[in-house]
């Protein structure tokens, strides 16, 4: 049972790693690119918004606006595009800098956020 607890936590701890590795884009070439087959089927910012974005926005960590809740993105886009891709770039509180997303062009970033409004606020 010992050794099974053991198994389990190291296991854990792989899995966590593997987590972190995903979330901050790991991996040969370190762009949010996808491979010609995924890239034909993704909606713009899709992509890198699954790779970087999603771990605060899906659950709100941090204070990151949650995807599909309009009340915490319409004063933001209120300020518009420009504003929110200044802030991505630059960093919030509780954001770092480009979302932790180094080697994203900034249209890169622009469509994440594009693909995240969309999906928070009605049309």
């Not at 995903?22 to 491979?35: K, L, M």
């Not at 180094?102 to 009605?122: N, T, W, Y």
Request: aromatic letters at 4%; charged letters at 20%; proline letters at 6%.
């Amino acid at each position: 049972m010992k050794d099974l607890c053991l198994l389990i936590r190291k296991g854990g701890l792989l899995l966590v790693a593997a987590c972190a590795v995903v979330a901050c884009g790991g991996g040969e070439g370190g762009g949010p690119s996808a491979t010609t087959a995924d890239a034909a089927v993704e909606v713009p910012g899709e992509l890198t918004y699954r790779r970087f974005c999603f771990s605060c926005h899906a659950s709100g960590a941090a204070g990151a606006p949650r995807v599909g809740q309009a009340s915490a993105w319409e004063s933001r886009v209120a300020q518009g595009m420009d504003v929110m891709l200044r802030h991505t770039i630059d960093g919030m509180p509780g954001m770092p800098p480009r979302g932790m997303c180094r080697q994203c062009s900034d249209d890169e970033l622009r469509d994440a956020i594009g693909h995240m409004v969309e999906r928070s606020l009605p049309n």
